[in-house]
């Protein structure tokens, strides 16, 4: 580190140790020894003026740099602490959230008379992550097994992810009801009721309300529409549209290609209610034939899809039954006892009552309104088809059929 200048001392020229220097200079310039003396003193003194001048130019540099970088250094630790503090107060924001809130309450209002049942935790997670639920888990007996459900699985956990965490969750939080039914197979009934319900869990799980509207429309088109009066499986044809309609229509939300649910799409409605036509002309051609009964009146062929179904699990029942008592003989050592004519005869005849042979055939469509409902397609003289459209031909007053330009038909054909 350099001297301070401002500590040091003026030399006494007059002294031997300048006496040569003295001399030189008298020598040179010829001034006088007070003069040379006062000369020297007066360059000593301009040096040291200098550098103490100098000296407190750099100590003002060096004070000012030093100012300005713990100014910087101040400044850094201001901005540092509010991060830090916007950071806490983050945390702080985001802990608040995460945790349960209870609201307030009116200490003026009571219980209401009645409490609408609940759905499963399944089924609300499902609503309020917009997705598909089965309608099963809305009407009161839904609500039933699903809480019996929960209670028989309280204690099976799993993880599941909520906000991108890994949760551990109650298993019937996320876990499908082995009892759920799907919308197409439940009743009519149920099926009215279950929907009402459910639209009340969609408000409830903030659902956009155009959403909910076009929904709300979607159900009143189906439950009024013509096709449950013109039809004996109208309301069969309801519950599959419904039941295909609306999964298809979460699906193309997904992708982002969702329609506008409400639109009934009537060329679909009708391949629907072909396929369940076809569905029973294939079951009553493969049924037995009708047997005469000990009254003489012929059995009733089945007409109806929910028939269809009934028919086929009671008939299997019967054939679980006869085939238990066969090897319930079996097992008694009777494999080897001769039959009798009668026994080999009624064997006969129940292998026959359960063999597959060629049944009566399914109804043909009517000519003037296409349905193939139960009624007299030879009288019919419907002014609108099956799904309530305009019909295309009319019966004339000799019951002939007549196209719009007037002209009849082949009567050989009708």
Not at 12 to 18: E, I, L, P
Not at 28 to 52: D, K
Not at 67 to 92: D, F, G, M, V, Y
Not at 182 to 205: E, I
Request: with cysteine; hydrophobic share 30%.
């Amino acid at each position: 580190m350099a001297a301070n200048p401002s500590l040091e001392v003026c030399p006494d020229f007059t002294t031997d140790a300048y006496a040569n220097i003295c001399q030189d200079i008298h020598r040179a310039t010829g001034e006088t020894q007070e003069n040379i003396i006062n000369r020297l003193t007066e360059s000593w003194t301009a040096g040291h003026n200098q550098r103490v001048a100098e000296r407190n130019q750099q100590r003002e540099r060096e004070a000012a740099d030093e100012a300005e970088a713990e100014q910087a250094r101040a400044e850094q630790e201001r901005e540092l602490r509010a991060l830090q503090e916007a950071e806490a107060e983050r945390e702080r924001v985001e802990t608040e959230k995460k945790k349960p809130k209870m609201n307030s309450f009116n200490e003026a209002a009571s219980v209401g008379d009645s409490i609408s049942p609940r759905p499963s935790q399944y089924a609300v997670q499902k609503l309020n992550n917009f997705e598909y639920v089965e309608l099963w888990y809305f009407p009161p007996d839904g609500c039933k097994e699903a809480l019996r459900t929960a209670r028989s699985v309280a204690d099976d956990y799993g993880l599941t992810r909520v906000d991108d965490q890994l949760t551990l969750r109650p298993a019937y939080a996320f876990k499908a009801s082995k009892a759920a039914v799907a919308d197409h197979d439940l009743p009519f009934s149920v099926f009215l009721r279950a929907k009402n319900l459910f639209l009340m869990q969609l408000s409830k799980a903030k659902w956009p309300q155009t959403h909910i509207n076009a929904l709300s429309l979607f159900f009143w088109h189906l439950e009024n529409h013509t096709v449950r009066n013109n039809s004996d499986i109208g309301d069969l044809v309801i519950l599959n549209y419904a039941s295909r309609v609306r999964q298809d229509w979460h699906d193309r939300l997904k992708r982002d290609e969702g329609f506008n649910i409400a639109i009934i799409n009537k060329t679909l409605l009708r391949s629907i209610n072909e396929e369940l036509w076809d569905k029973i002309r294939s079951h009553s051609l493969a049924a037995p034939k009708t047997s005469e009964s000990s009254s003489g009146h012929s059995q009733h062929r089945k007409t109806s899809y929910r028939d269809y179904h009934c028919d086929s699990r009671r008939e299997n029942h019967e054939y679980n039954r006869c085939n238990s008592r066969s090897r319930s003989h079996r097992r008694n050592g009777n494999d080897n006892q001769k039959l009798s004519p009668d026994n080999t005869k009624n064997r006969q005849q129940r292998r026959r009552g359960f063999s597959h042979g060629a049944g009566s055939r399914g109804r043909s469509a009517c000519a003037v309104c296409l349905g193939r409902f139960a009624h007299d397609i030879q009288r019919c003289n419907s002014a609108t088809l099956w799904d309530g459209t305009s019909a295309y031909c009319h019966k004339s007053n000799n019951n002939r059929l007549i196209n719009p330009q007037g002209s009849a038909l082949c009567f050989k054909w009708q």
